[in-house]
């Protein structure tokens, strides 16, 4: 079965700093990886996706994610972080899909402190 | 471009009392939708989905139902509210696409508290 694993429940950065929030996976297949981020009483946003090609994946607001097979895991990174990056992120994984249904499996998120 | 919405923003309901939540996708046509709940600011669980009008599954048997009305519009109800209805309560859409990689795009939320 699909799962994806968060295990760091907080991430404290200083602004500034280079910043990893990390997530592994279990797929059967290749897998489909997703971030998305929350800021407080907000819908989730989309950063971006891994599908094929490139290990390194960039996204939106200067983040990226680095994809690595071996190791199945789906690291968000960025360079510098800012205060306002302070948020909750989640990453998923695709399920599996039928009959025009596209499941996304959720980690259990990670909070993000980054202070200034 | 493709916009989502949710209303009401927050609610506070008795226990015992029913519920209507509702979820509309402009800009698209045939989406997938789907209903999700948060509780306590964490993980997210999936209620129940839709990929047509009056077409829904639903992942956990549970006190709330969905229907699909129209073809981007999405309503998550209840008879009788529990207290473990609370949550804050995710719309997403998506729509289908070649190689079934569709991203899911969430609405704002609802904050449902049962008191």
């Known amino acids: 079965a699909q799962s994806v694993a968060q295990p760091e429940d907080q991430v404290n950065v200083a602004e500034g700093n280079p910043l990893t929030v990390k997530c592994t996976y279990s797929?059967?297949?290749?897998?489909?990886l997703f971030w998305y981020v929350q800021y407080p009483n907000r819908g989730l946003q989309f950063l971006l996706k891994?599908?094929?090609?490139?290990?390194l994946v960039k996204g939106s607001y200067g983040f990226e994610a680095e994809f690595n097979k071996s190791q199945t895991s789906f690291h968000l990174k960025k360079p510098s972080a800012l205060v306002s990056d302070s948020a909750l992120y989640f990453c998923?994984?695709?399920?599996?899909?039928?009959?025009?249904?596209?499941?996304?499996?959720f980690g259990a998120g990670t909070r993000l402190a980054v202070h200034p | 471009s493709q916009t989502i919405h949710q209303w009401p923003a927050t609610l506070v309901q008795p226990v015992g009392s029913p519920l209507s939540l509702e979820c509309t996708v402009e800009?698209?046509?045939?989406?997938?939708l789907y209903w999700y709940r948060q509780a306590a600011g964490r993980g997210l669980q999936l209620l129940f989905y839709s990929v047509g009008i009056g077409q829904i599954s639903s992942e956990v048997p549970q006190n709330l139902s969905a229907s699909r009305p129209q073809d981007r519009q999405f309503i998550l109800s209840s008879k009788k509210l529990l207290l473990s209805d609370s949550g804050f309560y995710l719309c997403a859409w998506s729509q289908l696409a070649s190689g079934y990689t569709d991203t899911q795009y969430f609405g704002p939320g609802t904050r449902l508290t049962v008191l």
């Open positions: 800009g698209t046509s045939n989406p997938n």
């Open positions: 998923a994984v695709r399920g599996g899909f039928s009959g025009g249904y596209n499941k996304l499996i």
């Open positions: 891994y599908i094929t090609g490139d290990n």
């Open positions: 797929v059967s297949g290749n897998p489909y």
